[in-house]
Nanobody, 126 residues
Framework: QVQLVESGGGLVQAGGSLRLSCAAS????????VGWFRQRPGKEREFVAA????????DYADSVKGRFTVSRDNIKNMVNLQMNSLKPEDTAVYYC???????????????????WGQGTQVTVSS
């Protein structure tokens, strides 16, 4: 079992930055792909970013590419999502998720992930 806890959400003005963190406990994080998803009001949960187990491969939704950066520290069992140039449409509950998948692959589909955090609210004001 892997337990995930997100932190770092909050209220920020458009153009500002936030750094979300996803802390894992229960077992070593190495070997796990971590994805970030978000759910905006009235919308389906959507893929934001993913990082493979080693941190050597990353993937981003087109809507956040160039503004968000995902990184990880397997020693600290932590994955971060640096969000810059935030827009009001980035307002959502952000979730981190994990699935055991050693190698260079990752998933964009939420149902492929086995473990989820509780979510953290990000609100961007205009």
């Amino acid at each position: 079992q892997v337990q995930l806890v997100e932190s770092g959400g909050g209220l920020v003005q458009a153009g500002g930055s936030l750094r979300l963190s996803c802390a894992a406990s229960g077992r070593t994080f190495s070997g796990y792909v971590v994805g970030w998803f978000r759910q905006r009001p009235g919308k389906e949960r959507e893929f934001v970013a993913a990082i493979n187990w080693s941190g050597g491969s990353t993937d981003y939704a087109d809507s956040v590419k160039g503004r968000f950066t995902v990184s990880r520290d397997n020693i600290k069992n932590m994955v971060n999502l640096q969000m810059n140039s935030l827009k009001p449409e980035d307002t959502a509950v952000y979730y981190c998720a994990a699935v055991y998948l050693p190698g260079s692959m990752w998933y964009r589909i939420a149902v492929k992930y086995d473990y989820w955090g509780q979510g953290t609210q990000v609100t961007v004001s205009s």
